[in-house]
């Protein structure tokens, strides 16, 4: 049975195996030590029976007033592990925190072409809010959608009304 539990330093040695894939985005170490010392909640870790990272979701609280929301760094599931919902599970722990925090909304960057991935946060409930141009480095650099999911304290779903005009990553709050 697949367990969920926070992140730990110990764990930064251990997910190579989720890391690897070209669509993961990976970091310094202190980048992911800044997440756990200031979101501890917001940075959990699927683990199988037998001790092996299987996925994990790192993020954070942003924003003020109504722009107050749960933002998704990071979630990835290694290739062994894919297609079990491990992703889904990941993602409702997150929106829970958020909940939590009183957040108006939960969002996410995505790469435009990773239509997998966009078609499970569509199924999840999220549309595409914005397209950020050139948001992802590269050769050339891709242009990432800007995913929302409204929470509760988001009665009238303003923070998912689309805009209807692309921004450069410089726009973006």
């Known amino acids: 049975m697949t367990t969920l539990r926070?992140?730990?330093?110990?764990?930064?040695?251990?997910?190579?195996n989720v890391n690897l894939d070209p669509l993961t985005e990976t970091y310094g170490l202190s980048f992911y030590m800044q997440y756990l010392a200031h979101w501890p909640?917001?940075?959990q870790v699927a683990e199988s029976p037998s001790g092996e990272i299987m996925g994990y979701i790192m993020g954070k609280a942003e924003g003020v007033g109504d722009n107050w929301h749960g933002h998704v760094?990071?979630?990835?599931?290694?290739?062994?592990?894919?297609?079990?919902?491990l992703a889904a599970n990941l993602?409702?722990?997150?929106?829970?925190?958020?909940?939590k925090k009183r957040a108006y909304f939960v969002d996410l960057f995505v790469r435009v072409s990773n239509?997998?991935?966009?078609?499970?946060?569509?199924?999840?409930?999220?549309?595409?809010?914005?397209?950020?141009?050139?948001?992802y480095s590269g050769d050339p650099d891709e242009d990432a959608y800007d995913m929302r999911k409204a929470l509760s304290r988001d009665v009238n779903q303003k923070s998912v009304i689309p805009l209807d005009h692309p921004v450069r990553p410089e726009e973006v709050d």
Do not use: H, W
């Open 73 to 85: 760094t990071a979630l990835t599931v290694s290739p062994d592990y894919r297609r079990l919902g």
């Open 91 to 99: 993602m409702n722990y997150l929106e829970e925190v958020s909940e």
């Open 6 to 16: 926070p992140f730990t330093c110990d764990d930064m040695y251990r997910f190579n």
């Open 41 to 43: 909640e917001y940075f």
């Open 115 to 135: 239509q997998v991935a966009i078609k499970m946060y569509t199924n999840l409930g999220y549309i595409v809010y914005r397209t950020v141009l050139e948001y």
